[in-house]
């Protein structure tokens, strides 16, 4: 009996001894997928906050401060606007044109034409200002030979840059078209005189602009850009008071030092020249929506050019002014 009493009380014991081990094994089972669950928790939360904190995310500053950080894309977005706002305004004006005044029909479809072409100018503008684009194309175009670029290349298609001033200079074609057609169509009429006296001072203006963006006249004076415009035009009309090093001197190279930054002054001064006409649209028919929208569009580019002028400066070259004042970042003192 004794021994049958020790047997089943070993038996017993080993019967615990499995238990213990297969509870062992289930609870270290169980801590490990707690463990895997956990660190996929911790993996989703990591995704999901940098995804947050992304530039893809439209609700993170960082996809705001990505796509309006810096004073260039300000002024090119604005552009943009202004475009869209343009080609809105023309399509209002071909909606209710009644079709009863040749004259006016083919003024609103051209104007229509050059709105399109505002809009893709604008566009290349937008894309050329993100600071990557920027850095690429100031490496390329520091890096090639002028030399061995095709002759579009040269004078149409070498940058970014070029193809945006490009877009906006054949904007005065379809006004151009407008003008010869009033110019034939009505020989009396002084619209059409005007109109082609304005394509042509227009033409003058983005000229510069155009010409500043070649690749080959970028790459002058080290790097800095031509001078074509201070050298054969500003220097000769200040022959009398110019001196090397005088105060005339040094004003002008350091408003209007190259190509570039005459070409934006000019475009600027363009554009704030058609505000007033805005104004008066907009008091003279207050209920007619294309007032306010060609005073949306008017005042968007004055204000995109303001904000360009005000980059072409090396001091702020790259600079975020805007932001940091509409964000409030006390960082804006120091680029204002």
Not at 202 to 213: D, H, P, Q, R, T
Request: with cysteine.
């Amino acid at each position: 009996m004794a021994d049958l009493h020790s047997s089943s009380a070993a038996a017993a014991e080993e019967s615990d001894t499995k238990q213990l081990a297969v509870s062992d094994v289930e609870a270290g089972k169980a801590d490990t997928a707690l463990t895997d669950t956990l660190h996929a928790a911790t993996e989703v939360h990591e995704e999901l906050s940098s995804w947050w904190e992304s530039q893809n995310n439209p609700l993170s500053g960082a996809f705001w401060k990505y796509h309006f950080g810096t004073d260039m894309l300000i002024a090119s977005w604005f552009f943009l606007a202004s475009s869209v706002l343009f080609v809105a305004m023309e399509v209002d004006a071909i909606m209710e044109d009644p079709d009863t005044n040749t004259d006016i029909t083919v003024s609103y479809y051209c104007g229509f034409a050059v709105s399109i072409l505002y809009l893709f100018g604008s566009v290349y503008f937008v894309w050329l200002s993100y600071p990557e684009e920027m850095a690429r194309m100031e490496k390329q175009i520091a890096t090639e030979d002028a030399s061995t670029l095709t002759f579009s290349e040269r004078y149409f298609t070498g940058s970014d840059m070029l193809i945006a001033t490009w877009f906006f200079l054949a904007c005065g074609f379809p006004y151009l078209v407008y003008a010869f057609f009033m110019m034939f169509h009505c020989p009396t009429n002084w619209i059409g005189w005007v109109a082609f006296l304005g394509c042509g001072v227009y033409a003058a203006v983005l000229a510069v602009w155009v010409i500043a963006a070649m690749p080959e006249n970028l790459q002058q004076n080290g790097g800095a850009g031509s001078t074509y415009f201070m050298d054969r035009c500003i220097r000769p009309l200040c022959c009398l008071c110019w001196e090397d090093g005088n105060s005339t001197d040094l004003f002008f190279r350091r408003h209007v030092g190259n190509d570039m930054m005459a070409g934006t002054w000019l475009f600027f001064i363009f554009a704030m020249l058609l505000v007033p006409y805005a104004f008066y649209m907009c008091i003279v028919e207050p209920d007619d929506s294309y007032s306010w929208l060609t005073m949306g569009s008017n005042a968007g580019f004055a204000f995109g050019a303001a904000v360009m002028v005000y980059t072409m400066y090396p001091e702020h070259v790259g600079s975020s002014a805007v932001w940091n004042l509409c964000t409030c970042s006390r960082a804006h003192l120091m680029d204002l």
